[in-house]
């Protein structure tokens, strides 16, 4: 395929529509995640394909799926994208942005529990800086790092992702969640067995590689029962254990707060738990205030983490 400088007429909004309709299958969606009109990402596209001299999509159903040509040439443009976010960040270090407001990203697992006390340590500790805390899906939340729009992401560990770093703060344990009062509470720890035949609720279909964990961790132990509720959202989850609708398997950070309100929180046996870390993107530099960030998450998170 020729180089991506010998096509003359390029414009960035052209390929940031090309690579968003990739992203989201839709005009629409696309549109929407570029601030413009559905007409106008049309518009862009058809330019780029009279450009390039070859189809990018075909149109089904309201949805586009790309073209051969198309995947080629998206797989092209990754370079381009990744030194267009090295000047950006280099751009924002020179203008001392960095050092003024410190964006983080965070899954939603993670927004309402851990984040809020990392942040009032950190503001206790610097009289300089601003947050600016916001919790995506997690794609949008790797995409927010991978394209140097935050500084450092909360989140769980993913597989290798391209242009991310990720660090681990510590392996957290899932805890079994109970009614008050359930006839299992008694017992010192819940084994998986214990669960066969019970409503389960879990975390959390759109966070996918949680929830698809915990499904293989109860099929592997025979309880086949699927989750009677799934939500991406550890309140939720607790929540709905309180008022009796089954029996959580939720992470443990806000364990303490549930148990003043009347669940009863146990250790699960086998253990099931996931990787909490922090990640970064591999084109911006770790300023002083973010390794600040990174150390207090580390401490935050080291008192729910396993010590083996």
């Not at 549109?31 to 189809?55: K, Y």
């Not at 086998?270 to 970064?280: M, Q, Y």
Request: charge should be positive; include cysteine; charged fraction near 20%.
């Amino acid at each position: 395929m020729q180089n991506l400088e010998s096509y003359r007429g390029l414009d960035i909004r052209h390929l940031t529509a090309f690579r968003a309709a990739i992203l989201h299958g839709t005009l629409s969606a696309a549109a929407h995640s570029m601030g413009v009109s559905q007409s106008t990402v049309t518009r862009m596209l058809t330019e780029l394909e009279v450009s390039l001299g070859f189809a990018l999509f075909t149109r089904r159903k309201g949805r586009v799926n790309a073209t051969t040509r198309a995947l080629e040439f998206h797989a092209l443009t990754d370079d381009f994208f990744e030194a267009h976010a090295r000047l950006r960040a280099g751009t924002s270090r020179l203008g001392g942005m960095l050092s003024e407001e410190i964006r983080i990203v965070s899954i939603s697992v993670l927004a309402m529990t851990i984040v809020p006390e990392i942040s009032e340590r950190f503001l206790a500790q610097d009289g300089v800086s601003r947050l600016h805390v916001e919790s995506r899906g997690i794609t949008g939340y790797f995409r927010k790092i991978r394209d140097v729009k935050t500084h450092i992401g909360f989140g769980y560990r993913l597989g290798d992702q391209p242009g991310i770093e990720q660090v681990q703060l510590g392996r957290i344990p899932f805890v079994c969640a109970l009614p008050p009062e359930h006839p299992l509470s008694s017992q010192e720890r819940i084994h998986v067995e214990d669960l066969v035949g019970q409503p389960i609720i879990s975390l959390a279909e759109d966070e996918l590689n949680l929830f698809q964990k915990q499904e293989e961790y109860l099929l592997e132990h025979g309880v086949t029962t699927r989750a009677r509720v799934s939500t991406q959202s550890s309140a939720n989850a607790y929540s709905m254990v309180l008022r009796g609708l089954g029996i959580g398997l939720i992470d443990p950070f806000s364990a303490d707060l549930w148990r003043k309100n009347g669940v009863v929180v146990k250790p699960l046996d086998p253990i099931l738990s996931f990787d909490c870390t922090a990640s970064f993107s591999r084109n911006l530099a770790h300023t002083p205030a973010v390794k600040k960030l990174l150390r207090i998450a580390k401490e935050v998170v080291a008192r729910y983490a396993l010590t083996t």
